[in-house]
Nanobody, 126 residues
Framework: QVQLVESGGGLVQAGGSLRLSCVAS????????MGWFRQAPGKELEFVSA????????RYADSVTGRFTISRDNAKNTVYLQMNSLKPEDTAVYYC???????????????????WGQGTQVTVSS
């Protein structure tokens, strides 16, 4: 069983920045894809970003491209989401997810991920 613990959410004004962190308990962290998803009130869960096990390949939703950056530190079993130029529409609960498959790339489908964190609230005020 893999545990994921997110942190870094909060309240920020539009145009501001936040960095989310997710620490994983996985022994195979360095070969597992990691993803970030978000869910706004009344909306479905949506893909935000993913990174492959080696940290070489990144993928982003169109809505965050150019503003968000995903990265990982395999020595610390941690994945990050740097969020810049935040907009009110970025307000959501952000979830970290881990794919248990080995070398699976950068999945965008939430069903490809096997483990999920508890979520961290990000609120962007206008």
């Amino acid at each position: 069983q893999v545990q994921l613990v997110e942190s870094g959410g909060g309240l920020v004004q539009a145009g501001g920045s936040l960095r989310l962190s997710c620490v994983a308990s996985s022994r195979t962290f360095s070969v597992n894809a990691m993803g970030w998803f978000r869910q706004a009130p009344g909306k479905e869960l949506e893909f935000v970003s993913a990174i492959n096990g080696g940290g070489i390949v990144e993928r982003y939703a169109d809505s965050v491209t150019g503003r968000f950056t995903i990265s990982r530190d395999n020595a610390k079993n941690t994945v990050y989401l740097q969020m810049n130029s935040l907009k009110p529409e970025d307000t959501a609960v952000y979830y970290c997810a881990a794919d248990s498959a080995i070398y699976s790339g950068t999945p965008v489908d939430q069903n490809e991920y096997d483990y999920w964190g508890q979520g961290t609230q990000v609120t962007v005020s206008s």
